[in-house]
């Protein structure tokens, strides 16, 4: 079940069958909470085997900015499983999921056996970091166009057909990421479409052509 996970991409068969020992997994539903913000920390490391998640934050006016998601082979949990501090950011099942749970000290040992465990560990929190700079500064720097084009064009992934797809993404989702409004998020959408520039078919958004520099 692990081998598809980039955090133990460096074990050997062996050692994944021994890591799977001592992992409990659990399905859940779409739209269940698996973290909740500022929640004190279980310490638990998570690892998503199956399904889709979205990861946000949120104010005391029930404001969200959603930071992305995560899907099969990501993990989640990193930064309290170190310090033991209340969770960072709300996680959430988008669709059904199957997820695997490593509590801290299994987790441990397993890394005084194998250290590229933590290095990989250490891999995903700069990752993390750096996304939420780029994040952040983009809600600082640019216009909602700007901060849509940005989302898309690093959203997408090449399909065998050679297209550039993104995952599923509502609109809503989507004005969440970039700080405006669903109706704003919609009208641009709509204009590049009649541009040629994307294609939207079952909220997968295809990259038709460079998104022009100013809307």
């Given at each position: 079940?692990?081998?598809?996970?980039?955090?133990?991409?460096?074990?050997?068969?062996?050692?994944?069958a021994e890591l799977e020992v001592g992992m409990h997994s659990q399905s859940f539903t779409k739209g269940s909470t698996l973290v909740?913000?500022?929640d004190v920390s279980n310490n638990l490391l998570y690892v998503v085997l199956s399904g889709r998640l979205k990861v946000f934050v949120s104010n005391e006016d029930g404001r969200e900015i959603l930071l992305g998601f995560l899907q099969e082979g990501d993990t989640f949990g990193e930064l309290s499983l170190f310090d033991e501090q209340p969770r960072s950011a709300?996680?959430?099942?988008?669709?059904?999921?199957k997820i695997g749970f490593f509590p801290r000290a299994y987790l441990f040992q397993c890394i005084q056996r194998n250290p590229n465990i933590a290095i990989e560990l250490l891999?995903?929190?700069?990752?993390r970091m750096r996304n939420t700079t780029e994040q952040v500064s983009s809600l600082a720097l640019l216009d909602v166009y700007g901060r849509i084009a940005k989302v898309l064009t690093n959203s997408v992934k090449i399909q065998a057909d050679?297209?550039?797809?993104?995952?599923?993404?509502?609109?809503?989702?989507?004005?969440?990421m970039v700080g405006a409004s669903r109706e704003m998020v919609t009208r641009i959408l709509n204009d590049l479409k009649r541009g040629d520039y994307i294609a939207i078919e079952n909220h997968r958004i295809e990259l038709k052509k460079r998104l022009p520099v100013r809307w």
């Open positions: 079940m692990l081998e598809n996970v980039a955090l133990f991409e460096s074990l050997s068969p062996q050692d994944l909740s913000q500022s709300t996680v959430m099942t988008v669709e059904d999921c891999k995903t929190v700069i990752k050679g297209k550039e797809v993104t995952d599923p993404l509502t609109h809503q989702e989507l004005s969440t």
